[in-house]
């Protein structure tokens, strides 16, 4: 069990290093694979070596393959859903002038675009599923997918607070079903006890916004 001293340093240093991905030194929409890369950097390897430095096992933060089944259903639903979600948002012009400069870049290297994504949102992931959930409850004990216990859902609610001010600034659909999308993302890394499921998920969900906006305005 984690003491109060090493739960405090955990909300403290996610709540720091949130505030260092939101305050990026770069801009995503000019220096993509920078901005990729810090998130990286924050969201990844600087929690990883906080929950070093604490102690804390790190193969109980979500960094193991966990129940794949049910992760690639949640995954195959997420995506369906969103599907939908971005068929809508792409005829939104704020949606387009948000993700029109992404486009381009994903248009000028689609693979270099994709490989920095999934470099983004596993330390995006990891940050506020693995780092700040498993961190301040531990992993569970059964597989479950509404936690019985209080303490999990004032982590849920914790982590999901963070991410979902982190959207500040984008549509406002957006970021108003962030709040909901961190939840969902949270209840699938608890029951799966892993966070690859809400990696790949919010990879492929952003990525397929950008490539729907590429493809809504003819880039």
């Known amino acids: 069990m984690n003491t109060k001293g090493q739960l405090l340093l955990v909300a403290f240093s996610g709540t720091l290093l949130t505030l260092a991905c939101y305050f990026a030194p ?6 993509w694979v920078q901005w990729c890369l810090w998130g990286f950097l924050c969201g990844f390897l600087l929690p990883l070596s906080v929950a070093v430095s604490l102690n804390l ?14 992760g690639t259903i949640s995954l195959l639903l997420g995506l369906a859903v969103m599907f939908g979600f971005g068929l809508w948002a792409s005829f939104q012009p704020e949606f387009q002038t948000y993700y029109f400069p992404i486009a381009l870049q994903h248009k000028s290297s689609p693979l ?12 995006w992931e990891f940050l506020f599923r693995g780092f700040l959930l498993f961190g301040l409850v531990g992993k569970p004990s059964q597989a479950e997918l509404l936690p019985r216990d209080l303490k999990v859902w004032m982590a849920i609610g914790f982590s999901t607070l963070l991410f979902g001010l982190s959207h500040w600034g984008k549509p406002l659909p957006e970021l108003i079903g962030s709040f909901v999308a ?17 990696i790949l998920l919010h990879t492929f969900v952003f990525g397929m916004f950008t ?9």
Not at 112 to 123: C, I, N, V
């Open 57 to 70: 096992p790190v193969k109980d933060l979500g960094l193991t393959i966990g129940d794949w089944r049910f």
């Open 26 to 31: 770069y801009n995503q929409h000019t220096h």
């Open 211 to 219: 490539v729907m906006v590429q493809f809504r305005l003819a880039i």
């Open 112 to 123: 270099s675009f994709w490989l920095s994504l999934l470099a983004y949102m596993t330390g």
């Open 182 to 198: 961190g939840v969902i993302l949270c209840l699938i890394a608890w029951r799966t006890n892993s966070c690859l499921a809400p």
